[in-house]
């Protein structure tokens, strides 16, 4: 254990105050969370679970050991992990409990779960180091689920009676939704579905479930390197294995003399569509160029926003032969079709 991490207030909380101070009638949550554990679990029915902040294990009685098969428990505190490990070893034939501050920055990987809950620790911990750590042990479209409070104008720790728990109130900060969304947008976390919960004391706890799309976090990571992209203000909004889909709001900025869309917009974006469309079915370590287009436009670009799509007719090993459709706001009208050649470069 690091001296940081023994001198964390949680450390100093013996666990049975804070279970008593969780299950408190004015506080309520260790009951709540107790059913979102088993909610999310039957939900997304993972074969390898990693708990964040497990405390004394609340919820693990609601494991399937046919459908889960390794359960990962992590905790700043020692003492809970011992307390968690005495009460479901026997329970949960693979259940591995690791003493960790996942805010360090350290870049371990421990296992690569289908499903991560962390529940009531991003008020705790710095939210964009914990978010490297969930993005390197959790795999391709596997679940995070976040649990996070509101206080709505409470205060942060509700009078109990518990005099420990008073203390986690100096550590605790609010976490905004945007900038929760914010950060799982920034590590390829797509929000998928998202409840409020309100408590006893009039608090809430808001959950959000994130699925993790690697290929999308990729693809959007070499767009935002695009400076044309940026200036044109365009949006990548869908990525999924040979399809890309990016939207361009109207702009006056981004008109011809006639005050509609430039075609010159349209066709850099189709451009764009296409070009990343190819480089999802290229392996990491490979970027894509153009090398060749053809685009007919059908109707004049009158739209509040042009919405394209770049799909692969055909991936090679080196060349990648894709078209490229420009609608308007509605999908409906198809304003100009592009087909294009793409090349795949290495880094």
């Not at 889960?68 to 700043?76: A, E, L, N, R």
């Not at 509609?260 to 990343?276: E, L, M, N, Q």
Request: aromatic fraction near 8%; proline fraction near 2%; include cysteine.
């Amino acid at each position: 254990m690091t001296k940081k991490m023994k001198d964390n207030v949680w450390n100093r909380i013996p666990l049975q105050d804070y279970e008593l101070h969780m299950k408190h009638e004015t506080v309520g949550q260790l009951h709540l969370l107790n059913t979102l554990t088993k909610k999310y679990l039957e939900k997304v029915n993972p074969e390898i679970v990693m708990i964040l902040g497990i405390a004394g294990g609340n919820g693990l009685e609601h494991i399937n050991n046919c459908i889960t098969k390794q359960v990962y428990g992590i905790d700043i505190n020692q003492n809970y992990l011992n307390e968690t490990r005495k009460r479901f070893q026997g329970q949960i034939p693979n259940l591995y409990l690791i003493n960790l501050d996942i805010s360090a920055g350290n870049n371990d990987i421990i296992a690569k779960a289908n499903l991560i809950w962390a529940a009531l620790i991003f008020e705790y911990v710095e939210l964009e180091s914990s978010f490297e750590f969930i993005d390197n042990n959790l795999e391709e479209n596997g679940h995070l689920i976040v649990t996070i409070q509101e206080n709505n104008g409470v205060s942060s720790v509700s009078q109990t009676g518990i005099e420990t728990i008073k203390s986690t109130d100096k550590l605790f900060c609010n976490i905004a939704e945007r900038e929760l969304l914010s950060i799982a947008d920034k590590f390829g976390f797509f929000r998928d579905d998202y409840e409020e919960n309100i408590l006893p004391n009039k608090k809430s706890l808001k959950t959000y479930s994130f699925v993790k799309r690697t290929m999308f976090r990729r693809i959007k990571k070499s767009f935002d390197q695009q400076g044309l992209m940026q200036t044109l203000n365009a949006q990548l909004i869908e990525v999924v294995k040979g399809q890309v889909k990016i939207s361009c709001a109207y702009s006056q900025a981004l008109t011809q003399q006639h005050g509609f869309f430039h075609a010159g917009v349209a066709t850099s974006i189709a451009d764009s569509a296409c070009g990343y469309a190819a480089l999802t079915m290229m392996p990491e370590g490979m970027e894509v160029l153009s090398i060749e287009f053809k685009i007919n436009f059908l109707k004049p670009a009158k739209t509040s926003k042009l919405i394209t799509v770049g799909k692969v007719l055909q991936s090679g090993k080196t060349l990648t032969v894709c078209d490229g459709y420009v609608y308007d706001e509605t999908e409906t009208k198809l304003i100009a079709k592009m087909t294009a050649t793409m090349i795949a470069i290495s880094k």
